[in-house]
C-alpha cells in the first residue's frame, strides 16, 4: 500500500478514536466545570459501560442489532446511576474538598475495577456491531460501522450541547458552574445539580464505551487509557471549555491513530504524557480555557 | 528538652525496641512481613513529608520508589555492583528524579500538581517498559543470591537470611524515623508545616517558600529511593508494576490511615493495611477492593488517621 491510501486509513481511525475521545473528555470537563470535581474513576465508569454493553447484549438473542439498542440505551443509564448513587453517598459528604475528593475516587476506581473483575472476568469480550458492511474504498475496504460511531459521537454531542444551552436544566447547570453561592441564594438545588452533571459525566463516558465496544473489546482494564487521553484532551482543551474539548479531541485523536501507525505505541504514549504534563506546568490555562486551580 | 519531647523520645525509642525484641519472637511467616512492611513504611514516611508535613499531595511518589529501585537493581544486575555502591546509585537515582520533577512540578498548585506528579509517574512507568531490553518490563529481574550480600568492615552480611533481612530492614526503618523525627523538630521542618498552613504568609515573612518545599521534595524523594533501593537489594525483585500508579496510591493510603503528619503515622497505616489485605485475601482474591473501600472510609469517617485521632483525642503531645 501506498502512503497516500495509509495515511488515509490512519486519519479515519483516528477520526473514530477522536469521536469516542470527545464524549469521554465531554464528561470529564462537566464534572470538573461545574463541581470542581477531578473525577479519576471516570475511566471505570467507561469500562463499566462496555462491561455492562456486554451484559446486556448477550441477554438477547436475535439480530444484532437489537442487543447492540439495548445496550447503547441502558448501559449508559445504568451507569449513570452508579455515578448518581456515588455522588450521594460519598462526594457530597466530603463538601467537594478537592484533595478528599481525589482519594475517595481513586478509592471508586479500585471497587469498580474488582467488581468487574470478579463479576465479568479477566477476558475480553467483544459484542456485536448492530450491522455488518464495508464501505468499499479503491484501496481498502472500510467498516461501515466505524464511520457511523463518528456520526452518532457527534449527534450524542450536539445533543449534550442542546441540554446545555437551550434547556431548563442546563442554565441551571450553567448558573451553579459559574457561581455557587449565588445560585444557592436563588433557590437552585445545588446538590441534585451536582449529582445530576456527576451522572451525566459518567453516562456520556458510558454512551461512549457502548460506541467503541463492537470494534475493541471489553475488559476491567480497559478504563486506564481513556483516563489518561481525557485528562490530556481537557487539560489541552482548557477546563469548563467545550470547544476547546472538542479540538483537543480531534488534534489529540488524529495525532494518536496517526503516531501509533509510524512509532511504538508505549513511545508515543509516552511522548504525549510527557507533552501534556509539560503543557500545564508551563500553560496551565490549556491552549483555550481557563486555569485548573 | 520540654516534657513532651522527652514523652516523644521515650515513645519512638519503645517502638524500635519492640520491633528488636519482634524479630526474635515472631513466627517466620510474620517476620517476613514485617521485614516487609518496615521497608514499605520507610516509602510512606517519604511520602509524608510531603504530603503529611508540607501539604504536597503528590500522586507520583512511586517514580521515586521505582528510581532507587531500578539505581539500585539495575546497577547490580547488570553491571555486578556490591550492595553499598548500587544503594547509592538508587539514592543518587532518586535525589535527580525528585529534583527535576520537583523543579517543574511545584511550580503547580493543588489539582494541577496532582495530575502533573501522575503524569510524570506514568512517563516514567511507560519508560520502564519502553527499556524492556535492560527492565524486562513487568516480568522484572530476580537479583542473583550471590549478589545480595552487604559488605562491613569485617563481617559479610547475607541479606537472602531472613534474620538478617529483619534486622536490615529495621536499621533503616530506625536511621529514617531517627531522621525524620528530628527533622520536623529542626526550623526547616516547622517552616514546611506553615508553608502547608499558610503559603502566602511565609513568602510575606521573606521566606522562600519554592525553596523550601524543592528541597522538601528532594529529602522525600531521597527517603522513597532509599526504600526501593532497599527493598530490591532485601526481596531480589526489580519490575514494572512497583513504578505504576497503584505505588503512587499506595503511600497515600498508608500516611492517610495511620495519620497525616505524624511521625509514627507511617508505620501504623502501612502495617495496619498489610494485616487488612493479609486476612482479606483468606477470604477473596480482590484485594483492591480493600483498598478501594478502605480509601473512601478514611476520607469519610476518618480523615485525621490512626494516629491523627489519637493525638486529637488523647496524647495532645504526641508528635
Known amino acids: ?116 473483575l470478579t463479576f465479568y472476568g479477566p477476558e475480553a469480550r467483544p459484542v456485536r456491531a448492530p450491522f455488518d458492511m464495508r464501505i468499499a474504498l479503491p484501496w481498502f475496504g472500510y467498516s461501515a460501522y466505524k464511520l457511523s460511531v463518528i456520526g452518532m459521537a457527534v449527534l450524542l454531542m450536539l445533543a449534550t450541547w442542546i441540554l446545555l444551552t437551550r434547556t431548563k436544566i442546563g442554565l441551571l447547570m450553567r448558573a451553579t458552574q459559574s457561581d455557587r453561592e449565588t445560585a444557592l441564594a436563588f433557590g437552585i438545588p445545588v446538590g441534585r445539580v451536582y449529582a445530576g452533571v456527576f451522572a451525566l459525566g459518567a453516562g456520556l463516558a458510558a454512551v461512549a464505551a457502548v460506541l467503541i465496544v463492537p470494534t475493541q473489546q471489553a475488559h476491567y482494564l480497559m478504563g486506564l487509557d481513556p483516563l489518561l487521553l481525557s485528562f490530556i484532551v481537557v487539560i489541552i482543551g482548557g477546563l469548563g471549555s467545550l470547544r476547546g474539548t472538542l479540538v483537543a479531541a480531534l488534534l489529540i485523536g488524529l495525532s494518536d491513530g496517526i503516531i501509533s501507525m509510524f512509532f511504538s505505541p508505549t513511545l508515543a504514549k509516552m511522548l504525549a504524557t510527557l507533552l501534556v504534563a509539560l503543557v500545564l506546568v508551563f500553560r496551565p490555562q490549556g491552549l483555550f480555557g481557563t486555569a485548573m486551580r | 528538652m520540654t516534657r513532651a519531647g522527652a514523652r516523644n523520645l521515650l515513645l519512638h525509642g519503645a517502638v524500635l525496641v519492640l520491633l528488636f525484641a519482634l524479630n526474635f519472637v515472631l513466627p517466620e511467616y510474620h517476620r517476613g512481613i514485617l521485614s516487609r512492611v518496615m521497608v514499605l513504611a520507610v516509602f510512606a514516611m517519604g511520602y509524608n513529608l510531603a504530603f503529611g508535613y508540607t501539604g504536597l499531595l503528590s500522586l507520583g511518589h512511586a517514580m521515586f520508589f521505582a528510581a532507587g529501585l531500578y539505581g539500585a537493581g539495575l546497577t547490580i544486575y547488570h553491571l555486578g555492583w556490591s550492595v553499598w555502591p548500587a544503594f547509592g546509585a538508587g539514592l543518587l537515582a532518586g535525589g535527580v528524579v525528585a ?125 522513597c529511593a532509599a526504600a526501593g533501593a532497599a527493598y530490591a537489594v532485601l ?16 503511600p497515600l493510603l498508608w500516611v492517610l490511615l495511620g495519620g497525616a503528619a505524624t511521625t509514627l503515622g507511617p508505620l501504623i497505616g502501612t502495617l495496619f493495611m498489610f494485616y487488612v489485605i493479609d486476612i482479606a485475601s483468606g477470604l477473596t482474591r480482590a484485594h483492591l477492593l480493600v483498598v478501594g473501600i478502605a480509601l473512601i472510609l478514611v476520607v469519610l469517617y476518618f480523615p485525621k488517621g490512626i494516629a491523627g485521632t489519637i493525638r486529637e483525642r488523647w496524647l495532645r503531645w504526641l508528635q
Not at chain 1, 479515519?12 to 464524549?23: F, H, K, M, P, R
Not at chain 1, 454493553?53 to 439495548?70: E, K
Not at chain 2, 526481596?235 to 499506595?250: H, T, W
Open chain 2, 235 to 250: 526481596f531480589g525483585y526489580v519490575g514494572s508494576g512497583f513504578a505504576a500508579i497503584q505505588y503512587s496510591i499506595l
Open chain 1, 1 to 116: 500500500m501506498a502512503f497516500g491510501p495509509y495515511f488515509l486509513l490512519a486519519t479515519l481511525e483516528g477520526l473514530v478514536t477522536a469521536a469516542v475521545l470527545a464524549l469521554t473528555a465531554l464528561g470529564l470537563s462537566l464534572v470538573f466545570g461545574v463541581m470542581r470535581v477531578v473525577n479519576v474513576a471516570h475511566g471505570e465508569f467507561y469500562m463499566l459501560g462496555a462491561v455492562l454493553a456486554w451484559w446486556l447484549a448477550s441477554l438477547v438473542s436475535g439480530h444484532p442489532a437489537i442487543g447492540f439498542l439495548l445496550a447503547l440505551i441502558v448501559s449508559p443509564l445504568l451507569v449513570a446511576a452508579v455515578a448518581f448513587l456515588a455522588e450521594r453517598l460519598v462526594l457530597s459528604r466530603l463538601k467537594y474538598e478537592p484533595e478528599a475528593t481525589i482519594v475517595a475516587t481513586i478509592g471508586l476506581l479500585y471497587i469498580i475495577q474488582q467488581l468487574a
Open chain 2, 99 to 223: 529534583a527535576a520533577i520537583g523543579f517543574l512540578a511545584l511550580r503547580t498548585t493543588g489539582v494541577a500538581f496532582m495530575i502533573v506528579t501522575l503524569m510524570f509517574a506514568q512517563v516514567f512507568y511507560l519508560g520502564t517498559l519502553y527499556f524492556t531490553t535492560y527492565t524486562r518490563g513487568e516480568e522484572g529481574l530476580i537479583l542473583p543470591q550471590a549478589s545480595r550480600k552487604l559488605e562491613l568492615p569485617g563481617a559479610e552480611l547475607i541479606l537472602t537470611d531472613p534474620a538478617v533481612r529483619y534486622m536490615t530492614a529495621l536499621t533503616l526503618f530506625a536511621a529514617v524515623l531517627v531522621g525524620i523525627f528530628l527533622l520536623v523538630r529542626s526550623s526547616f521542618g516547622r517552616a514546611l508545616v506553615a508553608i502547608r498552613e499558610n503559603e502566602e504568609r511565609m513568602r510575606m515573612l521573606g521566606y522562600d517558600v519554592f525553596a523550601n518545599k524543592l528541597l522538601a521534595m528532594i529529602v522525600s524523594g531521597v527517603i
